[in-house]
Nanobody
Framework: EVQLVESGGGLVQAGGSLRLSCAAS????????IGWFRQAPGKEREGVSC????????YYTTSVKGRFAISSDDAKNTVYLQMNSLKPEDTAVYFC????????????WGQGTQVTVSS
């Protein structure tokens, strides 16, 4: 069974940092990537960052470039999202998902982890 569990969210002041974790199981990492997505109240879910396990490439949406960093610990089947210089507009529920070759999250969505950035 494919499962991804997010953790690490919280309340932080603007300019602060958080590190999110995504523990994945039930599939072979080499065939996929892992992506972080977020959904703010009243908005659609958007892709934030992704790491490919086929070639190690990474992707960041424009609004987080230079502030967020994605990494992985293959031994722990865990992907991290280090978020620095957080802004109030980063407030959202953050989800991780397995990303297929077409670039879409294709596993069941988890509960996500809430990130709230106060001004």
């Amino acid at each position: 069974e494919v499962q991804l569990v997010e953790s690490g969210g919280g309340l932080v002041q603007a300019g602060g940092s958080l590190r999110l974790s995504c523990a994945a199981s039930g599939f072979t990492f080499d065939d996929y990537g892992i992506g972080w997505f977020r959904q703010a109240p009243g908005k659609e879910r958007e892709g934030v960052s992704c790491i490919s396990f086929t070639d190690g490439s990474t992707y960041y949406t424009t609004s987080v470039k230079g502030r967020f960093a994605i990494s992985s610990d293959d031994a722990k089947n865990t992907v991290y999202l280090q978020m620095n210089s957080l802004k109030p507009e980063d407030t959202a529920v953050y989800f991780c998902n397995r990303v297929n070759s077409a670039g879409y999250g294709d596993a069941p969505w988890g509960q996500g982890t809430q990130v709230t950035v106060s001004s």
